[in-house]
């Protein structure tokens, strides 16, 4: 592999650039960056990954266009978190999500299970996750973090980052933790506006970036950055972190002493691009600290970067020594990954994949994630002989991080070879509306058991709402949360609830196993429920993960 001296500025500003396209086949844009200006990586999403081969084809084609260009192999990375936050999302073995981990507390488990993940990833020409997201969501109205985070205790998220940090690096790629320093506790989604974080130094210290302190002792390679604003660390003003030497360098490099890859969040995103354009913010980026910035969307956005970083060298605002540190950084770690990589025929992988070792691991995670939060077992069990009605939600995705689902498996479904007596299922809008409310409440009049799934109530109060008229009536009703369990804290009526994190259809099977008394459920909650004022039908407290400071 070539070293940084061999390079020419151009060469090296394209190392430093990881840039998306749209499509399942490269196109004439994605051709131009490569050929022409030198891209050194790829982001991949849904929209370029349909299914396995096609994307084993896919990889192997961008490699050998980059080397033709430069000889220098590419980063190939994509957002494999687990859950609904997952690019190529059939035929390869998927992760929970992270939350679900979280429930399950078994980092060894973990760790197999990111490893043989990683392996598959690996197989199929991806060498970067942006995985595993080490925020502390303490917040329970967070629109962006949620359930991809696995909860709200410091020590529990440091632990299970690392396990699957551990598990993705041992499988053979690279793990770039996120979202440093912590996208945690904030209230707006940075694709739209900045996030401003207002801690103490102690509880900045205590909370947000402790797992980061952490994983870079454990020898992380990669540090994806969060475009939040932290004022006491910017002199008082909200700069991006992304942006800020403050953050990058003194905070990251030199206090925390981190020397791998600085990554950054898509730098166009509207947090960190308003009134300065995509080019000023990478510009600015670098000025931080950043070594790889993400544009992973728009071809002129890609083309202003390149621009603006090449200008900002030759007037002297980057210097040429600044490029080398980061490019050294990029290739160092690029001759340890991605040197010894051999070429390998789609027959040599297709049947390494959904490797029924990595498979039977995560169907541990998601047995174990099962949670009841309930007075007695039998609050939370189903009589196969009694009359049953499951009130299922129709579920979409709950920010721009996550795609649409693709699994369209109900838990009626999963339910129906183990309930004799009669058995119905009604899929109800995902904002129900009064209307319907009154209809679902007078047809659930005529069964002896309840089970109301709810998911995103805090986008959507009409299944709360359901859910609470259901509970008024009498009968049994079982609440089930399909995603973050803090929206159960709505109905501190209820005599047991169940929460599972997600809606796999294996996570549904064990949720089924659990309801009618096969299985103990085993989970613990990874998140502290809010306390609910009845009255106002308003959560009236916020959650902390630490004692030591709060959110203002």
């Not at 202003?304 to 290739?331: H, P, Y």
């Amino acid at each position: 592999m070539k070293a940084t001296h061999e390079l020419t500025l151009k060469e090296k500003i394209g190392q430093m650039l990881m840039t998306g396209f749209e499509g399942l086949e490269p196109d004439m844009n994605i051709y131009d960056l490569l050929q022409n200006h030198y891209i050194g990586g790829i982001v991949l999403f849904s929209r370029n990954l349909d299914h396995p081969e096609q994307a084993f084809a896919l990889t192997q084609r961008l490699q050998r266009i980059a080397k033709a260009a430069t000889g220098i192999p590419l980063w190939i990375g994509t957002d494999q978190e687990g859950g609904m936050v997952v690019r190529l999302r059939q035929g390869i073995a998927q992760l929970p999500a992270a939350m679900a981990m979280g429930a399950a507390r078994n980092p060894e488990l973990l760790y197999e299970a990111a490893r043989g993940t990683a392996e598959e990833l690996k197989l199929l020409g991806i060498n970067m996750n942006f995985a595993p997201v080490v925020d502390i969501n303490v917040n329970p109205r967070n629109p962006i973090i949620d359930v991809r985070a696995f909860g709200d205790d410091t020590e529990l998220v440091s632990d299970l980052g690392i396990a699957a940090m551990r598990g993705f690096r041992d499988g053979g790629i690279v793990s770039a933790i996120k979202h440093f320093p912590g996208h945690g506790d904030t209230e707006t989604d940075s694709h739209a506006e900045l996030p401003v974080v207002r801690h103490s130094l102690e509880r900045l210290h205590t909370v947000e970036l402790v797992p980061f302190h952490r994983a870079t002792s454990a020898g992380a390679e990669a540090i994806m950055t969060a475009h939040v604003g932290i004022p006491l660390l910017t002199g008082g003003v909200p700069i991006p972190a992304t942006l800020s030497r403050d953050i990058l360098s003194g905070l990251l490099r030199e206090e925390l002493g981190f020397d791998g890859l600085i990554i950054t969040d898509c730098m166009e995103m509207n947090a960190v691009t308003q009134g300065i354009g995509v080019g000023e913010a990478v510009v600015q980026a670098v000025l931080a600290g950043a070594d790889l910035l993400l544009v992973s969307h728009t071809y002129e956005s890609q083309l202003e970067a390149v621009a603006s970083l090449e200008r900002a060298v030759l007037e002297g605002r980057l210097t040429e020594a600044r490029i080398d540190v980061s490019v050294t950084r990029l290739l160092r770690l690029k001759e340890r990954r991605l040197g010894l990589l051999r070429a390998h025929s789609w027959e040599e992988t297709w049947n390494l994949l959904e490797h029924p070792r990595t498979l039977r691991r995560i169907e541990q995670l998601r047995e174990a994630s099962i949670t009841a939060i309930s007075r007695e077992p039998d609050d939370y069990r189903l009589s196969p002989e009694v009359d049953t009605l499951v009130l299922w939600p129709q579920i979409t995705a709950a920010c721009k991080s996550e795609d649409e689902p693709l699994y369209d498996t109900t838990l009626g479904s999963s339910l129906r070879t183990f309930i004799s007596a009669k058995l119905d299922e009604i899929v109800y809008g995902t904002n129900p509306s009064s209307e319907e409310i009154d209809a679902l409440a007078a047809e659930a009049e005529g069964y002896g058991q309840i089970i109301a799934g709810i998911f995103h109530t805090a986008s959507h109060p009409g299944q709360t709402a359901l859910v609470r008229r259901l509970l008024g009536g009498g009968g049994k009703v079982i609440p089930v949360s399909l995603r973050n369990p803090v929206d159960l804290a709505a109905f501190p009526e209820a005599r047991s609830c169940l929460a599972c994190y997600e809606h796999h259809p294996d996570t549904l099977l064990a949720l089924s196993r659990v309801l009618m008394g096969i299985v103990e459920p085993t989970g613990t909650l990874p998140v502290t429920l809010l306390k609910y004022d009845l009255e106002r039908g308003v959560a009236d407290e916020r959650r902390s993960a630490s004692t030591t400071g709060s959110a203002t």
